[in-house]
């Protein structure tokens, strides 16, 4: 089983900054791309970023430009560094991550339990 324990939520000041680290860890083959999502309140979850495990990258429109996904292979990790926050930015932000389980097996997504950010204006 794989678990993906994410960190670096809290309250920021609109404008100001704040980084999020998921770890992947458990019995895994590989691991493919890995990306945030986040939920507000009474909407969908929706795409953040994701970053594949070559580093290709790819950013909702509301976010380019303010935010920048990276990845450490070798630690199975990802990170998302959050400035110019809006309080539209306000969610709970969870780590996705498309695992391999073994060599003959597929791809299945797994999900961290998420980290609350919240933006003051």
């Known amino acids: 089983q794989v678990q993906l324990v994410e960190s670096g939520g809290g309250l920021m000041q609109a404008g100001g900054s704040l980084r999020l680290s998921c770890a992947a860890s458990g019995s895994m083959f590989s691991i493919n791309r890995m990306g945030w999502y986040r939920q507000a309140p009474g909407k969908q979850r929706e795409l953040v970023a994701t970053?594949?495990?070559?580093?290709?990258?790819n950013y909702a429109d509301s976010v380019k430009g303010r935010f920048t996904i990276s990845r450490d292979n070798a630690k199975n990790t990802v990170y998302l560094q959050m400035n110019s926050l809006k309080p539209e930015d306000t969610a709970v932000y969870y780590c996705?991550?498309?695992?391999?389980?073994?060599?003959?097996?597929?791809?299945?997504?797994?999900w961290g339990q998420g980290t609350q950010v919240t933006v003051s204006s």
């Open positions: 996705g991550a498309d695992v391999q389980r073994s060599y003959y097996s597929g791809l299945d997504r797994s």
């Open positions: 970053i594949t495990s070559s580093g290709t990258t």
